[in-house]
Structures are given as C-alpha cells and as structure tokens.
C-alpha cells in the first residue's frame, strides 16, 4: 500500500477503492455495484468494513442503498431544471411554426449529421428483418384480403393484441375500444377533430412535443400553455387556475415520459387531473408514446387507467419500441367518442394498410414483444444516463439536466443568456443537430434549452457532445 | 327454311341471324361483330348480302361501323339522365351527413351481400400475390431502411415512376412535384387543408362523390353543388354564374370518368375551366382516381395537363388499379401548394409507410403495370355495358342510366317518385347494396337516382339486378 493510502482506515481504502471503480466508468450511474459479500472477497476485509465504506459513499451522495437488492451507482448528473415558464393564466394563442419548425425536421431526417435532435428509435434495436418476414408470411396466407380497405377500427386481431398489452398501464379495454391510426401522430390529429372545431384552445403543456403543435395548427385551434415540471409533469395548480378563467376544449398531454421533459404524473396526480377535467366536462387527449419505454421492470398507468367517465382519449403507437416504418399506431376510446373517431380516419384516409398492422400482429402474438422490450428498455435506461452524465461533463457551469425514468430524450437548460435557435445552425456546421427549445413552445418559449435525443451510444457519441459543449461554452460567455 | 322467313329477302334474314345473336346475348354491347366475310362464309351468302344486313342494322341502330375495324354492337341502353338539379346560385351549405353515410359504407363491406354499392375494385383483377412477392423482395433488399419514417414527400423512386406515367395524362411534372399519400382520399383532405380555412365554401360537381363531401364536413368546410351533367360533366355556365355571386375559396371536381356519373369534361371545357378558374384566382382540386380506367386505349387529359399558372392540385391513386389495401395515392402540385402540403402530410402524421410505396414502385419499373391496365380496362369497360344493358332490361319504364367511357360505376335515374333512400333497406333484405342518391349531395338531392358498380359480372350477377329491378317497379308505381 502507498503511503498516502496508509493513514487512511481500511474502510476509507474501500470507498476510495470504489471512488475510483465509479470516476473511472467502470461502473456507471444506476448501475449495480459488487455485492459486499463479493467486495469482501476480492479485497479480503470484512463484511462490516465493506458495509462501513458504502455508508461513507452513501453519506457523500455517490452511491445508492436499493433494499433487497444491493448498492447502486447515483446520478452524478446537476439537478434537474425546476418548473419554468410563465405561471399566470395566459389567452389562448395561435400556433404559426410551420416554416420554422420544418426546417429542423428536414435536418432531422439527414444522414449525414449525428442526430441528437431527431426521437427516431436506434434501427439496431428494431425487428425489422423478422417483422418483414412476418409481413411477407401473413400476405401469403391472408392472399386477396391482404389487398382489401381495411376500414376503421381496422385489423381486428391487431386490435386484440393492444387491448391485452393496455391491461399493463392500468387500462381495461375492449377490442372495439380500440382504432388504429397512422402512428401517433394521426391519432392526436384525429383526437383533436373528435374533440374541437376551428378557432376552440386546447390546453398544452410547456414545453410540449411540436408534434402536438403542428396538428394544433394544421386544425386552426389555438394552444393555452401550462407550465410543466421536468419531474412531476404539468402544474396542477396552473390548470386549475387557467381553465376557471380561459375556455377551453381539450387537453392534450404526455403523462409518461413527456417529450421533451421527461416528467411524469404520478398516479395522484392522473387521478387530479381526471377530477379537474370533470369539473369542466373536458376530455384527456393522452399521448402515451414513451409509456412502454419505462427503464424500470413495470410501466406507469395510464391517465386513462382511472377514467370512470370515458373521458380519456389515449394515443400510442409501435414507433418508439417495434416500427417506425410501418406507422401502426392506435386510439383507445369509449362509446363517447369512437363513433365519431371512426368517420374520421375513415373521411381522412378510409383506413390504413393492412398487411403493416398484421405483421406486427404476429409479432406480438408470438410472444416476441415483451422480450424484445425489455432489451430496447435496458439499452436506452443506460444510454439516457451516459448522455445525461456527458452532459454534465461538458456543458457549460450551471447547465441542468433532465433524468427521465423512460424514454430516450433529455432536456437541459442552459444557462440563461444561452440562444438555442441561433446556436442550431453552428451545431450544423459541426455535424450534429439538437432540438432547439422554442420548437417546444407555442409563443417560442425555452430560447435556452434544448431536447437531445439518446438513441444511440458508442465510442463517437461522447466526442460530438464534446464539440457541442465546446460550441455552448464559446458561445453562452460572451 | 321455315315458311315466316321464305318471304324475306335473303339480308333481311341474314340481320335477323345477327340481331338473334345480339338480343341472346352472344354479343353485347360494344363488342366486335363476326365480320363481312366470316358472316359470308359462315351463312353462305355472297359478301354485298352481309354488308345489305348490317347496313339495315346501322340503320335500326343496332349495330355501328367503325371505320377500319369493322362492327360493332351499339348500346341498346336507354339514354342517359340529363343535368339535372338547380340551376339557380345557391348559397354555400353546410355538410352534415356523417351518421347517415357511415350506414351505407358500413354495409358496402359486408360479404353477405351483393355490393352494387361499393366501387372497390375486383379482387381477381388485381396483382395481389405478384405485389406481396415484390414487397418481400424489396424488404429484404432495403433492410433496415424498411423500418424508417419515410416523410414527405415520400419514397422517391415511386415518385419518379409516378412523374413519367403522369405524361399519359399531358402532364409533365417532375419527381418533386409528386407527393405520396395515405390514398386519393388523403390527397384531397390535405388539399383542402392547403386551400381553405375552417368556413370556406368549396365548389362540388352535383352529384358528387360522397368522399368530397366527407372531407369537406371533417374540416368544417362548406359546399357550394354546381349541375354536373352525367355526359359533359360540371356546367360550366353554373359555375362561371355561381362565381359572380358567391364567395368560395376551392372547386373540387373529378374531371374524368366522375363518380358517380362517369361524366368527363371535353378539353375544350378543361381549358375554359381554368380560365374561369384564373379568373377568380381560384384552385382546383382535381380528383382524377379513375383517369387511368378509360375504356379506350389511350387516357384523357388531366386538366392539370393545361395549367400555366400552378392552380391545380392533381389527386389520384393506385387504389382503383393496383392496390387498394396499400393504401398509395398522390398529389401532383407546384411550388404554389407543394411546401403547405409536405407540411400538412408531416403534421398529420408524419408520412406513409414506406414498402407499400416501393412494392408497387417494382410493380411499374419492371413495366407489369400497363399489360395488367389493359386488362382491367377491358373487364370494366364489358361489365359496364353489361350492367347498363341488365339495367335497361330489368328497371321501370322511364328509367335513364349513364354509358361510362371509364371506371365502372354507372348512375341510374329512376322515375320521379322512386326513392331510393326508403328503397335501400328493402334492397338489403334482397342481399344487395346500391349507393342511393342522396349521398351524393349535400343538400340531399337525388332521391330517384343510384349509384351502381360493375366490378364483377358473373352468371349471378344478372339475377341480381332482376331482384333489384322488381323491387324498384313494384315501389315505384305506387
């Protein structure tokens, strides 16, 4: 032993032993720490010596005591940002981003920048070659139908499968409370036009997925703000506040694993809203997207898990965790509005291909699609904390940061003064895009945040963050 | 010889063999005839006896010489109905027709029964296994890129094959003045989107497709019925009238083979159509799904083939030919239109799925597409004469009924007094389904008109319109 480590108690050796396992990256956040009994061992001190250092790591907020489990590595990522934005009852706004927003999205889509910006799944963790073949194998045997409309609710033994998969986040619901879409998106759209006519306001969170601006302008509705927390998700108290005094038609929100945010409701929370709701007669339009990208084994309810007044619109889809190319998305919806959701999708489009929606049909009728999830989870759990980690490790002073319990996107706030919309086009040059923070935001809010998306993560991710912070700290000083 | 035919001279015996054979059925309207000599040697008879006959059976109006090729049976079909509707300018009207509709479209996919109603292509004439085959083929190939968002404006090799077959229609568009969509019906919802805000009334043909109406009530547009005569297509004198006084903000019009009349605008009135069009700075949505399904061999004129000012916005699909479960339509647009609409289709729902799209891009490089068009046209084109013939056979006294050249949904008049909306659930207790005419107006016209479609044609199909047709003159002459 050196003669520094000499003065030092065994216990203290111990901690600075797994100090440096942890500063190192042999261990990383969230991750699992030898056992004390291994630790013991492989040190040769004692059990109580061993128990006596993770106290010490515990004390200084480096590691974590799971009962029942064992020592965990804690987030070293800042704080989280804390609820932002304007708190008062604000007037319904209209949304005007088209031309703003597409430009960003035309970078998403490009191959040769990394994307930081774009929430597209890692290809690598999709099925693709097995869903192909499925679809291949079901268009043979299926023959002439294969190439019938296949009018709303569509599919119905895809329809099937959702209704038994949505028993996990809480909701019981029957095959024919179920409508497939065209992904997500087309869901909220057609939500939105079940709910709400040109001119109505629809309540958002902020920040708030752009998605959810666009099909608020593309409908003419106009968008009320609430200000939402990145942990615990939209302000109840501002809801409140705002819908005694702003009339409005519809909320729209994440209630899992928000984009850009994160943040979640909790169950106390979901069950507030849905009383707030009722007291003004307003329907949920609930985007659940993230919901079955939970890190951990079991995926929140849903809002629509404690709807007793068929209130709840949920939207979903298989693009996050199975396919994105094959746009199968889906409502589920009671008898008060899924009348009306069915002569829209069928006046929008008459219905969505068959043959995408039964290859994912047996996919998941094979059993496939649980384990195939709990791998897609394990990867993004772990690159969601190196990113946020990274973060912290290059960003400017002062920068906070998301650490989103599902999902794969982060958000992060700079220090005030920061511009994310005039740093976007020097990110460009440099060969990676994020989400600039007012693309979040109906009245061009978040100037200084941006979403950054963690799909993947390999040797060349952390250089490019490396740049970028470089690029935020040049620039957010002067 | 038996006694009755002794009298006659020998052409007059020869045109009572041939109009035997015609009145059997062994030839039908617009088929081809034996010819001059083959009838010569058959009866043997000289050649100027023959040619004596089928002059005196031009003469009846039996037959027709066709310079060239020969003879021809003419249509024994009664005439067509004539404009019919108001005349005067009518203000724009709301469009409320969803629950009633949404009945007839929901037995138009039952099995169990006939459907006259339902203008969804033969399932026989379509290359379902071949397209499913391409569709494998091409997943493999493209791997992962099978499982990507494709945004708009979609798949480009599909949009160069569509961009050199748009040439068939004297449109000459490039690759990027194509966008793919969910089918011809999102084509024209996102049209209009492109065009009119919430409010705005919308010039419709009278009758018009019921999906123009659909579209036009989702969006909380208005609309304004202009005469369409089920030969010559919208009046062009209505229009320039309604014009003057009524404030509209879009014209939306099957300009070939419409549906339901089967009418076609000359292109003498294509041209004055976009004058009067220029005149007003106004668009028009030109839905042209059936364009591809003349009965002749070459296709008519899109009128987007002579727009100078990038007023037309072309909407079609391979829906009606190919693929209606791939679910593969298209906007041709100018830069006037094309940025709104890559926005609209974004903001809807991101875009389509991507192997549909390449599937059918095989299916047209490989050049299969015009052998198997021919085919289907010549089907169509022989079952519409049949069922216009069984109509004219089998209907009330009185009743007028279109001669299509494309498509193959054919519009009957039936006496004043037959309503067809009380009649229709009688029609279903037969086995069979009709689109009845009101849902072919806003303003719920046509209630002694129907909509029929002649996909199929068997040995059944006859048998039915007997039913259908003693249905009608025992309700009808009460």
């Known amino acids: 032993m050196v003669a520094s480590e000499s003065v030092l108690h065994r216990y203290e050796q111990v901690a600075t032993h797994v100090r440096h396992l942890i500063e190192s990256g042999t261990y990383s956040s969230q991750e699992k720490l030898p056992s004390v009994r291994n630790l013991s061992t492989q040190l040769q001190v004692s059990i109580t010596t061993v128990l006596e250092a993770y106290r010490m790591l515990e004390d200084q907020g480096l590691v974590e005591a799971r009962p029942q489990s064992g020592y965990y590595v804690n987030d070293r990522t800042p704080l989280p940002p804390r609820l932002a934005g304007q708190t008062l009852v604000e007037d319904p706004v209209d949304v005007g981003m088209g031309e703003f927003l597409m430009r960003f999205l035309r970078d998403f889509q490009r191959r040769d920048l990394v994307q930081f910006g774009s929430a597209c799944p890692n290809p690598a963790f999709l099925p693709t070659a097995r869903l192909a073949r499925g679809m291949g194998k079901v268009a043979k045997e299926i023959g002439l139908q294969g190439n019938q409309y296949d009018i709303p609710p569509g599919c119905e033994t895809l329809r099937v499968q959702i209704a038994r998969r949505a028993l996990q986040s809480g909701c019981v619901v029957a095959p024919e409370e179920v409508m497939l879409t065209l992904g997500c998106q087309e869901a909220l759209t ?42 615990h998700g939209l302000s109840l108290a501002a809801l409140r506040q705002s819908l005694e005094d702003v009339p409005v038609r519809a909320v729209l929100l994440c209630t899992n694993f928000s984009n850009p945010t994160g943040a979640s409701l909790s169950d106390d ?52 965790t199975l396919a994105p190319g094959y746009r199968v998305g889906w409502v589920l919806a009671g008898p008060r509005y899924m009348p009306r ?49 990274a973060v912290a490790r290059n960003f400017p002073a002062g920068t906070l940061v998301t650490r989103p319990k599902g999902g794969f996107v982060i958000w992060v706030e700079l220090p005030v003064g ?16 994020f989400g600039p923070g007012p693309i979040f935001s109906a009245r061009g809010r978040f100037r200084n945040c941006l979403r950054l998306c963690a799909p993947y993560w390999d040797a060349s991710t952390e250089p490019m963050l490396v740049r970028l912070g470089d690029l935020l700290r040049a620039r957010c000083s002067r």
């Open 269 to 320: 929370d979901k069950q507030e809203l849905l009383e707030i709701l009722g007291r003004h007669e307003l329907p949920l339009i609930e985007d659940d997207i993230f919901g079955d990208l939970s890190h951990a084994p079991h995926r929140p309810h849903a809002a629509r898990a404690f709807d007793r007044h068929d209130r709840v619109l949920l939207c979903s889809s298989f693009s996050k």
């Open 418 to 433: 920061c511009d994310t919309r005039t740093l976007y086009p020097k990110a460009i040059e440099l060969g990676l895009t």
């Open 190 to 231: 057609l939500c939105l036009l079940a709910t709400c006519k040109a001119g109505d306001a629809v309540v958002v969170e902020s920040p708030t997925f752009y998605g959810h601006l666009q099909a608020i302008e593309m409908l003419g509705l106009k968008a009320v703000e609430i200000p939402s927390d990145p942990v």
């Open 341 to 389: 959701l069915h002569q829209l999708k069928l006046f929008s489009n008459l219905g969505s291909p068959i043959l995408p929606a039964l290859a994912i049909s047996e996919f998941l009728s094979n059993g496939a699609f649980e384990h195939h999830l709990r791998q897609c989870k394990r990867h993004y759990a772990r690159q969601v904390c190196q990113m946020a980690e």
